[in-house]
């Protein structure tokens, strides 16, 4: 198990949503703070607000996606 997935798994264990737990595990990567990470993933656990139609751990894969590999 990466580095990563043992801190998503951790932070999901600890009560945080899949979105929160995915993206949040990538702050080495992304370059935010913890907090930061946590509220703008908060919206997407359980799907966008848990419509349940875009799984969340997907939602948080995307976004750190994005922080590392996105344009502007």
């Known amino acids: 198990m990466s580095r990563h997935s043992a801190k998503a798994r951790e932070l999901f264990e600890g009560g945080y949503n899949c979105a929160q ?3 949040a ?7 935010l703070d913890m907090e930061t990470a946590l509220k703008l993933s908060s919206a997407f656990g359980g799907g966008v ?3 349940r139609e875009v799984c969340g751990a997907v939602s948080g894969m995307l976004m750190a ?8």
């Open 21 to 23: 737990s995915v993206f």
């Open 25 to 31: 595990a990538f702050c080495d990567e992304t370059g």
């Open 49 to 51: 607000g848990r419509l």
């Open 65 to 72: 996606a994005g922080m590392m590999y996105g344009y502007a």
